[in-house]
């Protein structure tokens, strides 16, 4: 039963050899569905990586007070743009002598520019670092570490103290300091000097936004460099216990509703998310992707597998002579039909791997261009090899039936 089995796949083999444009074709045919189905898949799974990364640090019990809801600001059927107002550093700070909730921290922050220079002694950046005010709690609820020095403590923030945290990227032998240790050095922003007091853990790019290249700093420290009007300040509020979220976001809600004057019948003029809402916002449209991929590997691969059978009929048509010839030899209808669909099933798994090799670096291509966390995607090679089987036998089974059903008297007389 072995030497048979090893006689079928020799045998496939050389006729894949002998007709070897027509299976190339055929291949790359097969390929490109797969391709669409591991390389976007691929993608979508680095994408789905990198936000919950980013995400999951803040943990499952944070939530924000922003000036917009997620989804957009604009209404629809034809309605007037709804137009919230900026959160003012007036409000945040009411919010935060006012909301009052037990096993609940507030952190306040604001951006004060995208585009500062960072100096140091001689050596400067360039113009696009971020730099934020915030207060104590800022780093606890954003999920940050400090990987070296230390973090602003409540004294940092009452007193105004000139001291800053700096991303990642400060630190790196190529960074400002040039390899030295960045701690207890004085830097320069906007003519103010600082003491560096500690160094972020890498968090990497998100969206093309480098989230290492920042500097915080107490949060009255940075309203008096940035001054421009109509800032727009970040509400974060964290509860150690998961099971008192709601009761924290309804008594947010509230405090926030009393400090713009709301009355009982008019709406929220802002916006509250959790942080595993916004996730599951953001992988509920990823999941559209995902169909995406199927339906164009379907119509893809459906095409393929027509292409599939009509070589492999082709096949049987032009070597009827040589099934007459193995049949007068005693070869079996079950011989006849294990060769040919052994044929099938090389060449469609022949197209399975080079459709996954190519969708797997369209992957790596595009989590290296958009700076996400690639991982390999093994759901989707798991479903591609199942699929290339899929398509083979239905492809195969029956060119693999009809030459097993020729007459040998029949085929000895084709010509």
């Known amino acids: 039963m072995l030497g048979l089995f090893r006689e079928n796949i020799s045998i496939a083999f050389n006729s894949i050899k002998s007709q070897l444009l027509r299976t190339i074709l055929t291949v790359l045919i097969i390929a490109i569905g797969i391709t669409a189905l591991v390389g976007i898949l691929s993608a979508v799974t680095a994408l789905e990586n990198t936000i919950s990364s980013d995400f999951a640090s803040m943990g499952a019990n944070t939530f924000n007070i922003q000036r917009y809801e997620f ?50 002694i001689n050596e400067k950046t360039d113009p696009e670092v971020r730099v934020l005010g915030v207060n104590e709690n800022f780093l606890e609820n954003s999920g940050l570490n400090v990987e070296k ?100 976001q309804d008594e947010a809600i509230l405090t926030f509703r009393n400090i713009r004057k709301l009355n009982p019948i008019e709406e929220n003029n802002f916006g509250l998310e959790r942080s595993d809402d916004l996730i599951n916002r ?49 070869a079996k209808r079950k011989t006849i039909a294990t060769q040919f669909f052994m044929e099938t099933l090389i060449i469609g798994q022949l197209g399975g791997l080079l459709g996954i090799i190519l969708g797997i670096l369209i992957g790596i291509a595009v989590s290296a261009a958009a700076d996400f966390d690639f991982t390999t995607p093994w759901v989707a090679i798991l479903w591609a090899t199942a699929i290339t089987i899929l398509v083979a036998i239905l492809a195969g089974s029956y060119p693999a039936a009809k030459a097993a059903k020729q007459d040998p008297i029949e085929s000895l007389r084709y010509e």
């Open 282 to 330: 953001i992988f509920s449209i990823t999941s559209y992707l995902n169909y995406a991929a199927w339906i164009i590997s379907i119509i893809t691969i459906f095409g393929s597998s027509i292409a599939l059978m009509n070589i492999m009929l082709v096949s049987v048509t032009e070597r009827t002579r040589e099934i007459g010839v193995r049949k007068a030899l005693g």
């Open 71 to 120: 989804n957009s600001q604009r209404q629809g059927g034809g309605e007037v743009e709804k137009i919230n107002p900026i959160i003012s550093y007036r409000e945040v700070k009411k919010f935060e002598d006012n909301y009052q909730y037990p096993q609940a921290q507030t952190a306040v922050s604001f951006t004060g520019t995208s585009g500062a220079e960072v100096k140091y």
């Open 149 to 248: 020095g230390r973090e602003f403590n409540i004294f940092d923030i009452q007193n105004n103290n000139n001291v800053v945290i700096l991303g990642s990227d400060f630190a790196k032998p190529e960074g400002l300091f040039k390899g030295a240790d960045p701690i207890d050095k004085i830097i320069s922003i906007r003519g103010g000097k600082f003491r560096v007091i500690g160094i972020l853990e890498s968090k990497g790019s998100t969206f093309g936004n480098n989230q290492d290249l920042r500097v915080l700093m107490p949060i009255q420290v940075a309203r008096s460099m940035f001054t421009q009007p109509q800032i727009n300040y970040n509400v974060s509020v964290k509860v150690d216990d998961k099971e008192l979220l709601e009761g924290a």
